[in-house]
């Protein structure tokens, strides 16, 4: 299975994403970071839409640092848009809340800030 992860890259969300990878690799998921996987001359923003529609799922690491970015928002959106039957998934940072966008939809976990 693979897994686009979306998430802010402020300094202090970078050990929970450091985290989730390797949470994901034990249990033989591939969590995709765009960060890390460079593609020199690709622009990002094609980059992510290919990588993404790649992914089996969409999982939206949703920490205060990530709430308003327009980066995350847009990939947020990039993922309701999609043929992608589930919507995304949240792991959301006591108190974010999540976009407008999503309002409604499931979380996955809510963890404490």
Known sequence: MDIFLSHSNHADDLPLINML?????VLGINLH???R???PGKAIG???VQTMD???EVLVLYTNH???RQDVEAEIGL???SSRPAPPVFITEFPANKPALVQGCEEGVRGRG
């Open 21 to 25: 990878s390797l949470a994901f690799k």
């Open 33 to 35: 970071v765009v960060e």
């Open 37 to 39: 996987a460079p593609r």
């Open 46 to 48: 094609e980059k992510i």
């Open 54 to 56: 790649a992914c089996d």
């Open 66 to 68: 990530a709430q308003g």
């Open 79 to 81: 993922a309701k848009a």
